[in-house]
């Protein structure tokens, strides 16, 4: 009967005989980085690759004060180690002990080879960026149906605006083919009318996104009539897509948000303007109301009305200012009689004649003020206080005798 054997006696075996060969204890390897991490403890994870194909690789902490540089995707580099077996995985790797940098990897010569002919062509020239509607209504993705892409944009979309409309066009993004269907995406959703484009994917190694660096794609997007969203990989991940397009995302997050108009932000943004406008109107309305209470008293003030009642008021202060005066004249007259009358009364012949005077007139009615006046036997009358007598006069006396 044959001999069983565990996994684990398998494995080890294996590892002895890679331990034993001489090549693969000490061999330089030159390859292109790929999927290079740096784990926290200082372990630096990476692949190095060629046209046909790949090989898992390894540097510890401890060996890593011989490397110089920052190793980096697309690197092409050479790797000097051995090539052990790692027993719990049944896996190969090379265990590196030093990397030294040997040029550009063929990935990268690549893509600067196909990013100065299509940059010369004027591809990437800004006269020829579509501006991005504001307010889209039907997005277009080229992605694949499955991920977290296109997920991501989905959220987004329903959270910003939950009326836009989003097509998706299935497509490869990675491997044999994917160039193919997401130049047919591209053209398809052209057709169709849609308002913007978003074409992208998760992030990944160079490798991974190279599709999006290819030269069809590229000229599809330039002859999109449609604006073109890029949206590939992460924010440090860029792609001759992202020069391409009339405008580039760092994630695919970031095309949905720069995409799908924030209606619901937008909403509130109207509502507080709407608030604001009423109060300015209402403001406007009760200053407008102030003036109009103003001129209305202008009005009055100058209005016909008015100047009637002042003109009214005017004849009620001069009708006053009359009778006022009149009574001064009045009582300066009313004096003035009274004087008079006192010294009337006073030079009054009755007066003098109620103190013992007589007036004495001739026959004729004459006042008699002089003896030459009358002679002797003439006839005169002589009025007292009380009626008048007839008199003769007897004698006439020049002088009066004097006592």
Same mark, same amino acid.
């Given at each position: 009967?044959?001999?069983?054997?565990?996994?684990?006696?398998?494995?080890?075996?294996?590892?002895?005989?890679?331990?034993?060969?001489?090549?693969?204890?000490?061999?330089?390897?030159?390859?292109?980085?790929?999927?290079?991490?740096?784990?926290?403890?200082?372990?630096?994870?990476?692949?190095?690759?060629?046209?046909?194909?790949?090989?898992?690789?390894?540097?510890?902490?401890?060996?890593?004060?011989?490397?110089?540089?920052?190793?980096?995707?697309?690197?092409?580099?050479?790797?000097?180690?051995?090539?052990?077996?790692?027993?719990?995985?049944?896996?190969?790797?090379?265990?590196?002990?030093?990397?030294?940098?040997?040029?550009?990897?063929?990935?990268?010569?690549?893509?600067?080879?196909?990013?100065?002919?299509?940059?010369?062509?004027?591809?990437?020239?800004?006269?020829?960026?579509?501006?991005?509607?504001?307010?889209?209504?039907?997005?277009?993705? *080229?992605?694949?149906?499955?991920?977290?892409?296109?997920?991501?944009?989905?959220?987004?979309?329903?959270?910003?605006?939950?009326?836009?409309?989003?097509?998706?066009?299935?497509?490869?993004?990675?491997?044999?083919?994917?160039?193919?269907?997401?130049?047919?995406?591209?053209?398809?959703?052209?057709?169709?009318?849609?308002?913007?484009?978003?074409?992208?994917?998760?992030?990944?190694?160079?490798?991974?996104?190279?599709?999006?660096?290819?030269?069809?794609?590229?000229?599809?997007?330039?002859?999109?009539?449609?604006?073109?969203?890029?949206?590939?990989?992460?924010?440090?991940?860029?792609?001759?897509?992202?020069?391409?397009?009339?405008?580039?995302?760092?994630?695919?997050?970031?095309?949905?948000?720069?995409?799908?108009?924030?209606?619901?932000?937008?909403?509130?943004?109207?509502?507080?303007?709407?608030?604001?406008? *009423?109060?300015?109107?209402?403001?406007?309305?009760?200053?407008?109301?102030?003036?109009?209470?103003?001129?209305?008293?202008?009005?009055?003030?100058?209005?016909?009305?008015?100047?009637?009642?002042?003109?009214?008021?005017?004849?009620?202060?001069?009708?006053?200012?009359?009778?006022?005066?009149?009574?001064?004249?009045?009582?300066?007259?009313?004096?003035?009689?009274?004087?008079?009358?006192?010294?009337?009364?006073?030079?009054?012949?009755?007066?003098?004649?109620?103190?013992?005077?007589?007036?004495?007139?001739?026959?004729?009615?004459?006042?008699?003020?002089?003896?030459?006046?009358?002679?002797?036997?003439?006839?005169?009358?002589?009025?007292?206080?009380?009626?008048?007598?007839?008199?003769?006069?007897?004698?006439?006396?020049?002088?009066?005798?004097?006592?």
């Amino acid at each position: 009967m044959a001999n069983i054997y565990s996994v684990a006696q398998v494995n080890s075996y294996i590892k002895n005989m890679f331990m034993q060969d001489f090549m693969l204890s000490h061999i330089l390897i030159r390859g292109e980085v790929s999927n290079c991490k740096y784990h926290t403890s200082g372990h630096i994870y990476f692949t190095i690759k060629d046209k046909t194909g790949t090989i898992a690789c390894v540097m510890f902490a401890g060996n890593r004060n011989g490397l110089t540089f920052s190793l980096q995707e697309g690197q092409t580099v050479i790797v000097e180690g051995s090539v052990r077996v790692y027993e719990r995985d049944g896996k190969y790797q090379l265990y590196a002990k030093a990397i030294t940098l040997d040029g550009a990897g063929f990935f990268y010569q690549q893509f600067e080879k196909l990013k100065k002919e299509l940059e010369e062509m004027g591809m990437f020239a800004e006269e020829y960026k579509k501006p991005i509607p504001r307010f889209a209504k039907t997005i277009g993705i *080229v992605t694949a149906s499955t991920g977290a892409a296109i997920r991501d944009i989905v959220n987004i979309a329903r959270r910003r605006n939950p009326y836009v409309q989003l097509i998706l066009y299935p497509a490869l993004v990675q491997g044999d083919g994917a160039k193919n269907t997401i130049v047919e995406g591209i053209a398809y959703l052209d057709r169709l009318g849609v308002d913007v484009i978003i074409i992208g994917r998760g992030g990944g190694s160079i490798e991974d996104l190279w599709a999006f660096n290819e030269e069809c794609v590229a000229r599809a997007i330039f002859a999109c009539q449609t604006p073109v969203i890029s949206a590939v990989g992460h924010e440090v991940d860029v792609t001759i897509s992202d020069y391409v397009a009339d405008l580039r995302a760092p994630t695919p997050s970031a095309a949905a948000e720069l995409a799908v108009f924030d209606y619901q932000s937008y909403r509130y943004t109207l509502e507080e303007k709407q608030r604001m406008l *009423v109060q300015k109107m209402l403001g406007k309305i009760e200053l407008s109301r102030g003036k109009l209470k103003q001129a209305e008293i202008q009005l009055r003030y100058v209005g016909p009305k008015n100047k009637v009642f002042m003109q009214r008021q005017r004849l009620f202060d001069l009708e006053g200012q009359l009778e006022r005066l009149m009574e001064r004249k009045v009582v300066v007259a009313r004096h003035q009689i009274e004087v008079l009358a006192e010294r009337l009364d006073g030079g009054s012949p009755l007066k003098k004649l109620g103190k013992g005077y007589a007036y004495v007139t001739d026959k004729n009615g004459q006042a008699l003020k002089k003896t030459e006046q009358v002679s002797k036997g003439d006839a005169i009358l002589v009025q007292v206080v009380d009626g008048k007598f007839l008199a003769l006069v007897q004698e006439v006396l020049k002088e009066i005798e004097r006592k």
